[in-house]
């Protein structure tokens, strides 16, 4: 199995020699991500469409930002998307780190602090251990 080639879209130079090959038809883009596929893809379509059923350049160039707009909103998309599961990653192995902490734990504060810790996590709260510390504060004066 060959190693796949590493594509930079973000290299403007790099991704305009792509969007050329693929107005051309000379561009083998199965293996892209998907967002890059269907950019590709339609711009393979937009250049058979220019060359085979007589699209005028500027109708072909209005297509193509159309398309260009499209692709650049699902790769924001896509972008959020990836940056919430990263952040859904973190927050379990904090889950989990701070489970082995409580477990552990040899006083009351310590397991209250993580425990409050672990349901801010739960809760998508940060804010909740500060205020169920001062509410306890206020119930102990």
Same mark, same amino acid.
């Given at each position: 199995?060959?190693? !796949? !080639? ?8 790099? *991704? ?8 051309? +038809?000379? /561009? ?11 950019? *590709?893809?339609? =711009?393979?379509?937009? +250049? ?5 059923? +007589?699209?005028?350049?500027? =109708? ?25 599961? !990263?952040? /859904? ?13 409580l477990?552990?734990? &040899?006083d ?9 810790? =672990?349901?801010?996590?739960t =809760? ?5 251990? &500060? ?11």
């Open positions: 199995m060959t190693p !796949k !080639k590493i594509i930079h879209f973000n290299d403007e130079k790099v *991704f305009f020699e792509l969007e050329e090959q693929a107005i051309d +038809g000379q /561009l083998d883009y199965d293996d892209y991500p998907p967002e890059e596929y269907r950019y *590709f893809s339609k =711009l393979s379509k937009l +250049g058979y469409k220019n060359r085979h059923n +007589g699209w005028s350049k500027e =109708l072909c160039e209005q297509k193509q930002e159309e398309y260009r707009k499209e692709y650049r909103q699902a790769c924001t998309v896509r972008d959020k998307r990836i940056s919430h599961m !990263k952040r /859904l990653q973190a927050d379990l192995i904090r889950t989990d780190q701070l489970s082995c902490r477990h552990t734990a &040899r009351r504060n310590t397991a209250l602090s993580v425990a409050l810790d =672990l349901l801010a996590i =809760l998508n709260d940060p804010d909740l251990p &500060r205020r169920i510390t001062i509410n306890l504060q206020e119930e102990i004066t």
